[in-house]
């Protein structure tokens, strides 16, 4: 198995709903990442985890809430999001290096999310 | 730190024919990789090609081959013989190896278009 599976593929949410994204991945990769990508524009990094721990937050809102319950599975919960929020969440997942020492990331499909 | 610039927003290339997509890059660090990432409008994110900085022969996967100029910190992408499945936004991006792992850092993207 070599994909990095999210769902759902499309969300729509109201700023006071609750909801969450799943992402999960059975590559036996110990790294998991969120990325928010607007349109036409580069991925950005929100979130590390490596080993199930928080490793790294690029000062995002508290508003996204990350969880890794175990190292095969990555959420995103959502709370009191704003209409700027809407965007495309990519997870992605990698060893820490490969044989050549390289740090490479698979991506997930993602999840675009419209915030009403 | 790391930049990676694209300096072409978007690129038209007919079937067939070859079609190179610039980047260049600014680094501190003397342990780095470069990547390409394809997106086609499935928003997948693929990797493409990689090229590990230390390595001075250019990388090469099928139809895809990388210019490599270390000096110049340059890296092109040449698409041989396009197809109509290469049209998609191209983003290139490094990170550097050691600690600094799932940061990668994109270019701004250049959306390629295949012309029949």
């Known amino acids: 198995d070599t994909e990095v599976t999210q769902t759902p593929k499309h969300l729509v949410m109201g700023m006071t709903n609750k909801k969450s994204l799943k992402c999960e991945q059975h590559m036996g990769h110990r790294a998991m990442y969120w990325y928010k990508q607007k349109a036409k524009k580069p991925p950005e990094l929100m979130f590390v985890?490596?080993?199930?721990?928080?490793?790294i937050n690029e000062s995002v809102p508290s508003r996204f809430s990350p969880e890794c319950p175990n190292s095969s599975l990555l959420n995103l919960h959502l709370h009191a999001l704003q209409p700027e929020d809407s965007a495309l969440y990519l997870c992605?997942?990698?060893?820490?290096?490969?044989?050549?020492?390289?740090?490479?990331?698979?991506f997930g499909a993602g999840s675009r999310l419209t915030v009403l | 730190a790391q930049t990676v610039t694209q300096s072409q927003p978007e690129m038209s290339v007919q079937e067939a024919e070859t079609v190179t997509l610039s980047c260049t890059y600014d680094t501190s660090e003397s342990d780095y990789y470069l990547f390409w990432y394809k997106q086609p409008p499935s928003r997948q994110m693929i990797l493409v090609i990689r090229?590990?900085?230390?390595?001075?022969q250019n990388a090469t996967e099928n139809r895809f081959s990388v210019n490599f100029q270390k000096a110049a910190k340059s890296f092109s992408l040449k698409i041989s013989d396009s197809q109509l499945g290469d049209a998609a936004m191209y983003f290139c991006?490094?990170?550097?190896?050691?600690?600094?792992?799932?940061?990668?850092?994109f270019g701004q993207g250049t959306i390629l278009t295949v012309h029949p």
């Open positions: 985890y490596s080993y199930e721990k928080l490793s």
């Open positions: 991006a490094s990170n550097a190896g050691g600690t600094s792992y799932g940061k990668l850092t």
């Open positions: 090229q590990e900085a230390y390595k001075q």
């Open positions: 992605a997942s990698s060893h820490r290096q490969d044989l050549s020492g390289a740090n490479v990331l698979t």
